[in-house]
């Protein structure tokens, strides 16, 4: 159940960065505007996350080759700042994946968050961030 759980929330984060593919326009020429900061939390620990992260990475370089994300009538980049929220490895507490994600959004500023914890107990608390 939890495998079918976390595959599914994979697929709609790559879903989510691939619907700009679509949704951006022709615009390779001109000059871009700031990019959108996506947010990835992941768990660098386990193959989960080393391969959603390199899906991740894949996509946006992607959608960056096609111009990027057409929003608001300008063509943006996505920018990926990926940190590891430990949450895979064994004893790491609840409160340290939280404050892996309260980073990307406080510190960091994301537009976006993308992924996230993998463990339930951390991936319920995240919820309310």
């Not at 615009?27 to 959603?52: D, E, F, H, M, T």
């Amino acid at each position: 159940m939890e495998k079918t759980r976390r595959g599914f929330l994979k697929a709609v984060g790559v879903t989510l960065i691939g619907s700009g593919a679509m949704i951006s326009g022709l615009g390779r020429g001109q000059a871009q505007a700031k990019p959108i900061l996506v947010g990835c939390p992941v768990p660098r620990a386990s193959a989960y996350g080393q391969n959603g992260e390199r899906g991740m990475i894949l996509a946006a370089e992607e959608i960056n080759a096609a111009g990027g994300v057409k929003l608001g009538g300008t063509q943006r980049p996505l920018k990926l700042e990926i940190i590891d929220t430990r949450d895979e490895e064994p004893g790491v507490p609840t409160s340290e994946v939280l404050l892996a994600i309260e980073k990307l959004i406080l510190q960091k500023k994301s537009d976006v968050i993308v992924g996230g914890p993998c463990m339930s107990e951390c991936g319920l608390a995240a919820i309310d961030l």
